[in-house]
């Protein structure tokens, strides 16, 4: 298993603003996921970050309004950007185990936006 | 369309009880997983199927892999009011590092 730390845990944000969440694994892996979940809801994949490349992005999300880092093996960082009430939400971001492609989860980030 | 039907969606049941929550899909799954999530916290990993008509306990649950690895179900004996959470499947499909996650089941057990 891995340990994963993400902050902020939660925020309250005004509408316009970025908010950047960062994600701390506690070993090295190769990729990192970044989800959103809506209050009472499942969860959606975001993008994909890989180290050493752009991160992948599915259907409906957008470089420009989430930006993501992948520095380094440990560490990923999410940007929502130009917040609007609609990006209230549980941001978590996930990694691989060694098998099949279990995942194990930070925290999460639950963001307001006013 | 959700590649993972789970049903139900919302579950409220007294403690003592037993339920079963039920994961569907029309598409064939290297694994599927089972995960608890608590109220402010991120998902944790239950059990991971991988074989056809595998079944896992794990204490007062039961985790079942359909036998062409579509579907699978979870049942939980005698639940107690720390069983309350949202359940969420996932499925692994070959040749993908992605998770496909079902809607999710809200289980809530009253003492």
């Known amino acids: 298993s891995a340990v994963i730390s993400q902050k902020p845990s939660r925020d309250i944000c005004q509408r316009g603003t970025s908010l950047t969440i960062q994600c701390q694994v506690d070993?090295?892996?190769?990729?990192m996921f970044w989800y959103r979940q809506q209050p009472g809801q499942s969860l959606t994949l975001i993008a994909t970050?890989?180290?050493?490349?752009?991160?992948?992005?599915e259907s409906g999300f957008v470089i420009d309004k989430f930006p993501i880092s992948r520095p380094n093996l440990t560490f990923s960082t999410l940007t929502v950007s130009n917040m609007s009430p609609e990006d209230s939400s549980i941001y978590l971001c996930?990694?691989?185990?060694?098998?099949?492609?279990?995942?194990?989860f930070g925290q999460g980030t639950r963001l307001t936006v006013v | 369309t959700q590649l993972l039907e789970q049903s139900p969606q919302f579950l409220s049941i007294q403690e003592g009880e037993n339920l079963t929550v039920y994961c569907n899909s029309s598409?064939?799954?290297?694994?599927l997983q089972w995960y608890r999530q608590e109220p402010g916290e991120g998902p944790v990993l239950l059990v991971t199927?991988?074989?056809?008509?595998e079944v896992k306990k794990l204490k007062r649950l039961t985790f079942q892999f359909g036998d062409a690895r579509k579907d699978s179900s979870l049942h939980i004996t005698a639940a107690q009011p720390g069983d309350t959470g949202l359940y969420l499947c996932?499925?692994?499909?070959?040749?993908?590092?992605?998770?496909?996650f079902g809607k999710g089941t809200k289980l809530t057990v009253n003492p």
């Open positions: 996932a499925g692994e499909q070959r040749g993908s590092e992605k998770l496909v």
């Open positions: 070993s090295q892996v190769t990729m």
């Open positions: 598409s064939v799954f290297s694994s």
């Open positions: 199927v991988v074989t056809g008509g």
């Open positions: 970050a890989n180290q050493g490349s752009e991160a992948t992005y």
């Open positions: 996930s990694v691989s185990g060694r098998r099949y492609t279990e995942a194990f």
